[in-house]
């Protein structure tokens, strides 16, 4: 190559004159192209023309113009065209063909099809060749089925496809994953009597591969070589290469020792091997690729660098690194990233900045490199240096990625708090916005998270200033709502330029509704719905439960149900949610007969109710002593529809213990029990209490030993009991206390748990649960178990008084003042 090069410098020096003709230019031209230099096929055209021995014709420049788009240089083939049209030059198949082709390689895809029509425009056939660079471009492309419509209609134009482009059809159909259509072609292909190369069976092997079939692939090499084709290297590289990504690179390596390799070959199993840090045969592969003598590419020297740092030989990653222009190799963006990474990684920081200055005074620009510096300067506390990097980055228009940005912004709160997040938003409040915006947008996320709210808005209202956008309005918002903070995410929507409620939607503004009306801002909740309307934003039923919801909450029933009455107008449909907040609150004004009819009405429209909507009736009534009434709901209304739970037999069973009939208590407790359901924990306690403060302590042992035995209770009490450090067991406690007949002492810990359990809001129960629909507090659930009505807490102490009890009857009097409202 050499000596050819310093043939044609001789031939077009002044002093030779020798008269290249335009078959001779073409055809210098093509061949530097073919060899991979395309800039040597510029140099010597430009040579050339400046010596005046070269007027070139369309031919030569067909040729030029390939050798640009090899290079990359789609915009001097433009200005090229439009000079040549201006001198009258009128392109041919062969020279579109070529432009097209190298507009396919760069991956403009719309530009090769825009010439292909102008090409068709101006009255220029497609020959077999520009269909088939069509059809691979857009095979490579993933169009397969426009590739396929090209096929049958070059066909019906009687232009007969060739090898190359049934080729390109293969490999199309191979990077979709139709492997088998790609062979129904094959098949088809020999049927024609074409010829078949080795680079078809490289692409279909290639395609096998992929899809992890090896022994398909194996029997392909066998196939070639019934049919007379010798596979080279390039088809042994393709199986090493199936064998490595599928993690059997002892068997890769292995084929690699029965052919002559070359740079790919060794750079495909040094890779493999250094991904396993399977160190020992890096080294074997690198000893024999020197004694192969084979030439090392930046591929593979690149490879090589990350395998010694991986090992800890910095001197030798050192020394490589210092030899690569001695072997013709220009360091590129991964060699830098792999020799800064690689230093990071083990901490060598200085070593790490001495490459990152070598980074600085070359050509190449590399975000990855400046992100990995960044990233191990945070870790060595040197926040200072890494804040001067990243304002580095942004000044050169990179981007800094997520997990470094994220970095830096807990290393600066954690050494500067607040103060110091505010600081560096104040540094790169003057850069360009939209590079920082990532970072801008994770700093609010980070203050809300560590609960500065303040710093959070503050930052907030810088990028409101610089009209950018905040990407997370969500989560800002709802970590507002979530800290109690509803009314300054309401302040933050309504203030908020366009850019930031353009990206906010129903449910963004619901959770604010929502936590406006539990916090008590019911006012705001409603300026805001109209807000939201303003902003073209369409609200659901979530969003009109909660409104719903927080006027019931505020004493507003008769306001919450003209609102439910005007849902119909606006074209909202009811849900389930709907009707059982109202009806829980219905119940809750002791309104049975309204929270009846909006029970049946809800069924007469299709929906289900479920067991908490059921239970907020029937559990209504027994707190009122209508047990009656409860046991008419539940045998007419609930039975057939939805299961009673044990929330459901535990309400009955307190109905019917305030009323002081404890032989109805005992009758539905053993009914339910026969199917299945029994009472949960609370349920059990009332009881069990219910029959201490009436002196039948067998009974109420009895009782005890259930409830102990029973599933959903025994849950709950070693929960409890896995939150005590060096512990005995609780409920092995119990079932002593319960055999020693000390029931009291064994209420006294049924007390603790409960208070445990449902005061501090840990049980999943079904307590809990109908808290959702209808917002009662525990506490007042725990009072209201002990505030019977007059004659039940008469009927009570005058038992215990009767039976000499005095100070169990004066306990349960003290008990009582101390849960009166």
């Not at 021995?53 to 030029?64: D, E, G, H, K, S």
């Not at 660079?133 to 090209?150: F, M, P």
């Not at 690198?286 to 660098?305: G, T, Y």
């Not at 975000?367 to 804040?387: F, P, Q, R, S, W």
Request: charged share 25%; hydrophobic share 40%.
């Amino acid at each position: 190559m050499d000596n050819a090069i310093e043939v044609l410098e001789m031939m077009t020096n002044k002093k030779v004159n020798y008269p290249f003709d335009n078959f001779v230019s073409s055809a210098v031209i093509s061949g530097f192209c073919k060899i991979g230099k395309p800039e040597l096929a510029l140099g010597f055209f430009e040579t050339a023309v400046d010596s005046g021995v070269l007027v070139p014709n369309l031919v030569t420049y067909t040729a030029v113009v390939s050798a640009l788009c090899q290079l990359g240089k789609v915009d001097e083939v433009r200005d090229l065209v439009r000079r040549l049209e201006d001198e009258g030059f009128e392109f041919d198949c062969v020279f579109y063909s070529n432009w097209i082709h190298g507009y396919f390689k760069g991956g403009a895809l719309v530009d090769a099809l825009m010439q292909d029509r102008k090409m068709v425009e101006k009255g220029i056939n497609r020959d077999v060749v520009s269909y088939s660079i069509l059809i691979d471009g857009l095979s490579r492309e993933g169009n397969i089925e426009k590739a396929l419509g090209l096929l049958g209609k070059m066909i019906k134009e009687g232009i007969e496809p060739n090898l190359i482009t049934y080729t390109a059809i293969i490999r199309g159909l191979c990077k979709k994953g139709k492997l088998e259509d790609a062979f129904v072609l094959f098949d088809r292909i020999l049927s024609f009597g074409i010829e078949v190369d080795e680079f078809l069976y490289v692409t279909l092997i290639d395609g096998i591969c992929k899809k992890g079939n090896l022994n398909r692939a194996f029997s392909m090499l066998g196939d070639m070589e019934q049919r007379g084709i010798q596979p080279s290297i390039l088809t042994y590289n393709t199986v090493i290469n199936g064998l490595c990504k599928a993690g059997r690179v002892s068997e890769a390596d292995d084929i690699s020792k029965g052919v002559v390799g070359d740079v790919i070959t060794y750079s495909t199993l040094l890779d493999s091997y250094v991904k396993v840090e399977n160190i020992d045969a890096v080294l074997e592969i690198r000893r024999r690729f020197v004694e192969a003598k084979i030439p090392m590419d930046l591929v593979m020297c690149n490879i090589l660098l990350k395998a010694f740092l991986l090992v800890g030989a910095y001197g030798e990653a050192d020394a490589l690194y210092r030899a690569m222009p001695e072997m013709g190799l220009t360091p590129d963006t991964a060699t830098y990233a792999t020799m800064i990474e690689g230093y990071c990684k083990t901490g060598q920081i200085e070593d790490a900045l001495e490459m990152f200055n070598e980074l600085r005074k070359s050509s190449v620009s590399a975000a990855v490199c400046y992100n990995h510096i960044i990233d191990a300067l945070c870790k060595k506390g040197m926040l200072e240096t890494a804040m001067e990097v990243l304002i580095e980055l942004w000044e050169k228009g990179l981007y800094l990625d997520i997990h470094t940005s994220r970095t830096l912004l807990h290393s600066i709160h954690a050494n500067g708090g607040d103060k110091g997040i505010l600081d560096l938003v104040y540094k790169v409040e003057q850069l360009n916005s939209d590079i920082c915006l990532g970072m801008l947008n994770d700093a609010i996320l980070l203050l809300c998270n560590r609960g500065s709210f303040e710093a959070a808005i503050e930052v907030y209202m810088i990028m409101m200033r610089k009209d950018l956008t905040v990407t997370f309005p969500s989560t800002i918002l709802k970590t507002l709502v979530d800290n109690l903070r509803s009314l300054d995410a309401y302040l933050l929507v309504v203030n908020a330029g366009e850019t930031t409620l353009s990206s906010m939607d129903v449910i963004d503004y619901t959770i604010i509704i929502n936590g406006l009306c539990k916090e008590g801002f019911l006012v705001k909740a409603l300026d805001l719905c109209n807000f939201a309307k303003s902003k073209g934003v369409t609200l659901n039923t979530i969003t009109y439960n909660s409104l719903i919801n927080g006027l019931c909450q505020q004493g507003c029933l008769v306001e919450a149900l003209r609102l439910f009455d005007s849902l119909d107008n606006i074209g909202l449909v009811p849900s389930e949610v709907t009707y059982g907040i109202l009806i829980d609150n219905l119940c809750k004004e002791g309104l049975f007969l309204d929270a009846e009819k909006l029970l049946d009405s809800m069924v007469s429209k299709g929906l289900v109710p479920n067991i908490l909507i059921y239970n907020s009736i029937v559990d209504g009534y027994c707190k009122l002593g209508q047990t009656e009434d409860a046991m008419r709901v539940l045998s007419r209304k609930m039975m057939g529809r939805v299961k009673p739970d044990a929330f459901t037999v535990s309400s009955i069973i307190k109905g019917y213990c305030k009323k002081g009939d404890m032989e109805e208590a005992l009758r539905v407790f053993a009914e339910f029990k026969e199917e299945n359901i029994s009472a949960d924990f609370l349920g059990f306690l009332f009881l069990i209490k219910c029959f201490c403060t009436k002196g039948r302590m067998e009974e109420a042992r009895g009782l005890l030993r259930e409830m102990l035995v029973s599933e959903s209770v025994v849950k709950l009490i070693n929960r409890v009991d896995a939150e005590l450090v060096e512990s005995e067991s609780i409920r092995g406690f119990l079932v002593e206390l319960c055999e020693q007949g000390r029931v009291p002492q064994a209420i006294k810990i049924l007390d603790e748990i409960s208070s445990t359990i449902y005061l501090s809001g840990k049980n999943p129960g079904s307590y809990q649960r109908l808290q959702f629909l209808n917002g009662v507090n525990e506490k007042e659930i725990k009072k209201e178990d002990y505030v019977h009505d007059f004659h039940s807490l008469h009927s009570t102490i005058s038992s215990l008084c009767t039976s000499g009890k005095l100070e169990q009857a004066n306990e349960f009097v003290m008990s009582v003042l101390s849960c009166m409202p």
